[in-house]
């Protein structure tokens, strides 16, 4: 949440700037929310990958690593795979909700004001 | 023949709160600005100058008072037309340049004609047109990065010209140049105030501007103290004549 908070209010004089050119406020916040789409997606990707390994590793572990056959392979990126990535992209787009709407809201003047 | 009032205020005044305080940026101003004028706006830190500036710019709203812009009274109008009015009858120029960083020349410039409604391939013409215009036509895929101060504020000035604006804003537009390059930005300016007759509006501390401009505007404390014409600059070295009287 705060990598999401932390990337709008870095870009403040960007978005300063686009509303200069003639952004609408509703643009700006379409551009954050897809940025934060992406960050999620490729962020939850990884993570569900990490904790994809992490599963089976842990599974080897407690049985044996050689009972570990295809099928079962399949079933755990199937229970930890999808949940973590869509729970991942989700959380991300709603943490950035809140600072994309603020930002796009500024007026030009106080979005270029802000010393970052 | 009567020029048109590109820029009028009317008793504009800004006020901010700053805790239980009032603090007035601007007090009562009232100045108009002719079509084709080159302005500056001239005065010390927290002088209102900026403020003012953002208010003919429709970046700012006045507390109480009118601005028109081309007869529009800009208090009144929305989001949209706001950003209609920033997108299509004013170019801006920053001290800092605020060119996308992301973006190459080409694309920076097409920005505010994408903005506008046009297509890809007449936006693209048109903003390798002006880059060629502002001398940098063999830039046109670079990045800010990969620019000088200089160059970046030349694309900056293409861009300001990209929808053909009645008013280009140019905040300290040489604050962060050299001498000579910011002669050079300061003649580039002139130039497109002759060839495409835009009224040039800028804040600045900058003297070597003062023989630049038709009207010298001086703020003090939230109002204006002196309006100069360019017959009455007397500019010496190291002195502006009379600028210092109240």
């Known amino acids: ?116 | 023949m009567s020029k048109r009032e590109i820029v009028r205020t009317q008793e504009v005044w800004k006020t901010y709160f700053m805790g239980s305080e009032e603090v007035h940026a601007l007090r009562g101003i009232s100045v108009s600005v002719e079509a084709g004028e080159y302005i500056s706006i001239m005065g010390p830190s927290g002088s209102g100058k900026s403020t003012f500036f953002n208010m003919v710019g429709g970046l700012d709203k006045p507390t109480s008072g009118e601005v028109y812009i081309d007869e529009v009274d800009i208090s009144q109008l929305g989001i949209y037309e706001l950003a209609w009015l920033r997108c299509r009858k004013i170019g801006y120029i920053f001290q800092t340049f605020n060119l996308i960083q992301v973006m190459n020349a080409l694309e920076n410039v097409s920005l505010p004609m994408v903005f506008a409604g046009l297509g890809a391939d007449e936006s693209r013409d048109k903003a390798a047109a002006l880059l060629a215009r502002v001398g940098l036509g063999d830039r046109l895929t670079h990045r800010p990065i990969e620019m000088s101060g200089g160059q970046q504020q030349r694309v900056a000035i293409a861009r300001a010209l990209a929808n053909d604006p009645a008013i280009i804003l140019a905040d300290e537009p040489t604050g962060n140049l050299d001498l000579k390059t910011g002669r050079e930005i300061i003649d580039l300016l002139t130039e497109m105030k002759e060839e495409r007759n835009v009224t040039i509006i800028t804040a600045t501390h900058d003297h070597k501007m003062l023989a630049a401009s038709d009207r010298v505007i001086w703020f003090t404390d939230g109002q204006v103290t002196r309006i100069q014409n360019r017959e009455d600059l007397d500019i010496r070295v190291g002195t502006i004549g009379g600028a210092e009287e109240a």
């Open chain 1, 1 to 116: 949440m705060n990598t999401m908070y932390m990337s709008v209010t870095e870009r403040y004089r960007e978005i300063g700037t686009l509303k200069c050119l003639g952004a609408l406020d509703s643009f700006v916040v379409r551009l954050f929310l897809l940025e934060s789409v992406f960050i999620g997606a490729v962020g939850s990707a990884l993570g569900a990958l990490g904790g994809f390994l992490l599963t089976l590793f842990q599974i080897g572990v407690t049985l044996e690593f050689g009972l570990i056959g295809a099928g079962q392979v399949m079933r755990t990126l199937a229970q930890t795979g999808p949940p973590a990535f869509a729970g991942g992209t989700a959380l991300t787009v709603l943490a950035a909700i809140y600072p994309t709407i603020a930002a796009a809201r500024m007026k030009p003047v106080d979005a270029m004001r802000v010393e970052v």
